[in-house]
């Protein structure tokens, strides 16, 4: 018991310390599957905010982090290895999307457009399943 334990505790070490890449297959692995930010924060009880923590690796308690990877992986969404070694599904259509964000760097929104910009981004990743 000990050992399967053991192994379990470095696999979410390796999650953790990967956080970076584990967010970037998270986000991949929601548009192939069909889903937007908002429609997977609600599946896995995941607030919004926190799920672009996520996908943005900016998780840095461990603890916290492994809970959410956790309730993915108890919604059926994704395997362990999943969070490590992601492959896309082909893009056959060649549509390359670009998001430039061109504020000045101590520029900051207020909660009003942070809301509209989220709506927005939902909108684009609705947009992407009807292509």
Same mark, same amino acid.
């Given at each position: +018991?000990?050992?399967?334990?053991? *192994?379990?505790?470095?696999?979410?070490?390796?999650?953790?310390?990967? =956080?970076?890449?584990?967010?970037?297959?998270?986000?991949?692995? +929601?548009?192939?599957?069909?889903? $937007? &930010?908002?429609?997977?924060?609600?599946?896995?009880?995941?607030? =919004?905010? #926190?799920?672009?923590?996520?996908?943005?690796?900016?998780?840095?308690?461990?603890? #916290?982090?492994?809970?959410?990877?956790?309730?993915?992986?108890? &919604?059926?969404?994704? &395997?362990?290895?999943?969070?490590?070694?992601?492959?896309?599904? *082909?893009?056959?259509?060649?549509?390359?999307?670009?998001?430039?964000?061109?504020?000045?760097?101590?520029?900051? =929104?207020?909660?009003? $457009?942070?809301?509209?910009?989220? +709506?927005?981004?939902?909108?684009?990743?609705?947009?992407?399943?009807? &292509?």
């Amino acid at each position: +018991m000990d050992i399967i334990k053991r *192994s379990l505790e470095m696999k979410e070490e390796k999650l953790f310390i990967e =956080r970076k890449l584990v967010g970037n297959n998270v986000l991949s692995m +929601m548009k192939d599957k069909g889903y $937007t &930010k908002s429609s997977l924060s609600k599946i896995v009880n995941i607030s =919004r905010p #926190t799920l672009d923590k996520l996908i943005n690796g900016e998780i840095d308690n461990k603890t #916290t982090f492994i809970s959410h990877i956790t309730k993915i992986i108890d &919604k059926g969404i994704a &395997k362990y290895e999943d969070f490590l070694d992601y492959r896309r599904l *082909s893009n056959d259509d060649g549509i390359v999307t670009l998001y430039s964000d061109n504020a000045p760097i101590e520029y900051v =929104r207020n909660n009003d $457009t942070n809301e509209s910009f989220m +709506m927005l981004d939902d909108l684009i990743n609705l947009s992407e399943l009807y &292509k």
